[in-house]
């Protein structure tokens, strides 16, 4: 049974991404934990040490938070009924970015699945800082999926890479798993600056061969453009219904994102946006 976490601020951002988890993962088992955090109207020192509920402190928006998670859970019943998916809610008092962490780890979660947030006035989706920090945080395969962004069925993905990353089962099961449920093809893309593939980087082309035997895939190298540029052309171009990359430290993901402030963050990216981690607690 594949474990989903579904983080919600009750906006129509996170609701798109829900929906969009439901669809992905309907012929699957699995367990939903809606997850909304919210912090206390009033802070005080009884609050902070205990359960508010113990002292007879009622909070507006810890009541609030329980509301919506209850009719968010009903709708997904009614509009998306599957025998095959549980859903349990969670209210909790914490921040965000902590108590994903510790969800993952607690509940042994298989994927967290959370909407990005567009930038007001440009064509570009931005990631928000959330979403960014959930990025460098998580140890476990994190799905963005772009604000107003309706579902599609991934038949045609897209997987740049360096060739740098010794690649091995746990790191490539979130996209082999998804390759298998809707027979997708792997669209490997490789960006150069003129110069050939190193020895290793031959080795680590050689192992993916054999990874993807079972499956569809098509190598693609492109030559003198950034990063940015080769997916946003190689997106246009063809039919990518999603986007996959493993962050491997010093990949080339690591320059594309992190090395960026949070508010330069982002290129064209309209698809859904798999981030496999090289290392952690599911991979």
């Given amino acids: 049974m594949k474990k989903i976490l579904l983080p919600t601020d009750f906006s129509k951002n996170s609701w798109n991404a829900i ?7 309907k012929n ?7 997850l ?3 912090t206390p109207t009033i802070y005080q020192v009884e609050y902070l040490l205990g359960n508010p509920a113990e002292f007879n402190i009622p909070d507006p928006v810890m009541e609030s938070s329980l509301k919506q998670l209850k009719t968010m859970e009903n709708r997904l019943k009614k509009d998306y009924p599957n025998p095959k998916h549980t859903i349990e809610t969670m209210s909790v008092f914490n921040n965000l970015i902590p108590e994903i962490k510790e969800v993952v780890e607690a509940k042994n979660i298989d994927y967290v699945v959370m909407g990005t947030k567009g930038a007001t006035g440009a064509k570009e ?8 920090h959930v990025f ?3 140890k476990c395969p994190v799905l963005a999926i772009p604000e107003d962004f309706k579902f599609e069925t991934p038949h045609e993905i897209l997987f740049p890479t360096d060739f740098e990353i010794d690649y091995n089962t746990e790191f490539l099961r979130p996209l082999l798993e998804i390759t298998s449920m809707y027979i997708s093809r792997i669209n490997v893309l ?3 600056f ?5 020895e290793e980087q031959l080795t680590n082309k050689q192992k993916l061969e054999k990874f993807f035997k079972n499956t569809t895939y098509l190598f693609h190298r492109v030559t003198n453009e950034s990063i940015q540029e080769a997916i946003t052309e190689f997106q246009r171009k063809s039919r990518i219904n999603l986007l996959v ?3 491997n430290k010093h990949s080339f993901f690591e320059n594309l994102f992190f090395k960026s402030t949070i508010n330069q963050i982002g290129f064209h990216l309209n698809i859904p946006f798999l981030l496999i981690p090289s290392k952690g607690h599911n991979i």
Avoid: P, R
């Fill in 19 to 25: 929906k969009y988890a439901l669809q992905l993962f």
């Fill in 28 to 34: 699957e088992t699995c367990k939903m934990y809606l």
């Fill in 36 to 38: 909304n955090t919210w």
């Fill in 125 to 132: 989706v931005l990631f928000g800082s959330h979403t960014v």
């Fill in 136 to 138: 460098k945080s998580i």
């Fill in 190 to 192: 490789n960006v150069s």
């Fill in 194 to 198: 003129g110069y050939d593939l190193t």
């Fill in 245 to 247: 990359m493993i962050n």
